[in-house]
């Protein structure tokens, strides 16, 4: 049981807009800025957004992030074949590190 | 380039220890926070432990504290997960990660404890 709840699958075709919610407390997202990072089996996670809305380099601007209260969503824009990969948000809580438990996107 | 590499994974029984290293190169390690995450087969992204530039400052998952110590030789720019104890639901592919917003993973090592 993750302290971050997230759907556990997504889907969209080419072309189409999908969002990603991710629902807290007050304790991790409601006083702690959320992340969101972009998984393949095998392969290194990827930061996709810092601080509830910030892309590092490199990252396309079809990804945003937004935080309001105890809740965060990732929207993906302009789907494509390559965003099929779990994506996991995560926050601060107590000190401590928490993630959701993943959604895996489908582009169909 | 920013680069980390795990190594140290294997196949060890219940009871068992293994330590875990993750070698950092391309930026200035002793600056960084770090940590562990893990993924066990099927599941998601938990994190395991974390450990300040210093060394300090050491914190833990509830599953896991008592039983696995992080680390970091900042001279070699190698960060440590000592797991001791290890039991079959510690069986998990185990990254390294930077800093606050985990902006660098490592590839991971697997780690499997099974008799």
Redesign the interface.
């Known amino acids: 049981q993750?302290v971050l709840t997230q759907p556990p699958s997504a889907s969209g075709t080419p072309g189409r807009r999908v969002t990603i919610s991710c629902s807290g407390s007050s304790s991790n997202i409601g006083s702690n800025?959320v992340?969101w990072?972009q998984?393949l089996p095998g392969?290194?996670?990827?930061?996709l957004i810092?601080?509830n809305n910030q892309r590092?380099s490199g990252v396309p601007d079809r990804f945003s992030g937004s935080k309001s209260g105890t809740s965060a969503s990732l929207a993906i824009s302009g789907l494509r074949s390559e965003d099929e990969a779990?994506y996991?948000c995560?926050s601060w809580d107590d000190?401590?590190?928490?993630?959701?438990?993943?959604t895996k996107l489908t582009v169909l | 380039e920013v680069q980390l590499v795990e190594s140290g994974g294997g196949l060890v029984q219940p009871g068992g220890s293994l330590r875990l290293s993750c070698a950092a190169s391309g930026f200035t390690f002793s600056s960084y926070w770090m940590h562990w995450v893990r993924q066990a087969p099927g599941k998601g992204l938990v994190w395991v432990s974390h450990i300040n530039s210093d060394g300090s400052s050491t914190d833990y998952v509830d599953s896991v504290r008592g039983r696995f110590t992080i680390s970091r030789d900042n001279a070699k720019n190698t960060l440590y997960l000592q797991m001791n104890s290890l039991r079959a639901e510690d069986t998990a592919v185990y990254y390294c990660t930077r800093d606050y917003d985990m902006d660098v993973w490592g590839q991971g090592t697997t780690v499997t404890v099974s008799s």
């Open positions: 993750s800025y992340s990072y998984h392969t290194a996670p990827k930061l810092y601080r590092p779990d996991y995560a000190s401590l590190k928490v993630f959701g438990g993943g």
